[in-house]
């Protein structure tokens, strides 16, 4: 269902690319609907989603994440196992060749802990993707509601 | 006399062999039968953010939806609450008939962050609560969750914790209705409530 919806709006999104979600490219990668949501206050950890293309052919993957926003930023997958849910620390997350990789809610995300300040609704702060093979690129990340489901640009229809 | 004791010895035999048969079916039933087999009452008795105590019992007369999570959760939970915060818009007028209830698994550091601060900050209509460490397992166990505090280096204060992500809709009468599993979208949450107000 939730595929199905991001493939519709994926298509919207190709018709006309809004400047808030802006694709960044490196080599064979690009980088796309990089979000947060705000925070309330600074001592509780924000998130980072975001949308890694891999059009090469060559498997990658994200080892790392850097941003001036945070201390201590840090990759972290949601497992949901059993009926239980548990968040442990990710290694790296693979970026297969051919495919779309996301860090989205319930799966893979950035877990941005120590903030600098608290995210506000309508900020944005920059965020350094660390790639196995393919370097390093930096993305502009929009930070939404506190309630927000997906990236803005996802609901442009 | 010794007749009645002996009756009576028959009757709790009976009793147990009850007992033991519905532990029995009830552990042979997927989850979503369990309605239909007993029903069962989750019970809790937890502090609020001002620290007064709230029972379940005081929220009979209405539906509950009932969550376990932490504050200091940044994927699962909000995603939990913002669902929980959309259901409650949508539902208007029925809104009055449905209390959401949000209990902290991790109490003790939920109430130094702030506790309301967080519930609120989501929708006003949330009620979030954080026992103590016993009153919290009780909860728990009265909804047979599960919960657990894990050290891992990787998170703020060298610890996270594991927790059912599901939503739990008790009735009116306190029995324990159904659960949404993790990911149900808010719009299906929303249908299967408005067509039991």
Known sequence: MRNILLGGLAM????????????VTLGDL??????SRAT?????????????????????????????????????ETVVADGVASMPHAMSVPVPAGQTTELAPGGYHGMLMQLTSALKEGDSFPVTLIFEKAGEVTVNVEVLSLRAEGPTCDDAS | MIRLSVLQKVLWGAVVLAAAGSVFIY????????ETVEAFRPEFALADA???????????????????????????????LSEVAQVMDELGPDAAKV?????????ERDRQM???????????????????????RAAADSFKIFFEREDDTAAPDGYSMSHSP???LIGPEGDWLRQYTYGTPASEILADLKSRL
């Open chain 1, 40 to 76: 309330i206050g600074e001592s509780r950890p924000a998130v980072f989603y975001v949308a890694i293309t891999n059009a090469g052919t060559q498997d990658d993957a994200l080892t790392g994440i850097s941003t001036p926003a945070a201390a201590m930023p840090m990759l972290h």
């Open chain 2, 114 to 136: 702030g506790l309301n601060e967080f519930t609120t900050a989501f929708h006003p209509s949330i009620l979030g609560l954080a026992g103590d460490a016993a009153s919290t």
């Open chain 2, 27 to 34: 552990q042979r039933q997927p989850v979503q039968q369990i």
């Open chain 2, 50 to 80: 001002d620290g007064q105590i709230r029972q379940s019992a005081e929220f009979r007369g209405r539906h509950s939806l009932v969550f376990f999570g932490f504050t200091n959760c940044p994927d699962v939970c909000p995603t939990t």
């Open chain 2, 166 to 168: 599901a939503l739990y």
């Open chain 1, 30 to 35: 690009s980088v796309d609907h990089a979000w």
């Open chain 1, 12 to 23: 919207v999104l190709f018709a006309g690319a809004a400047q808030a979600c802006e694709t």
């Open chain 2, 99 to 107: 209390q959401p209830v949000f209990i902290s698994v991790d109490p």
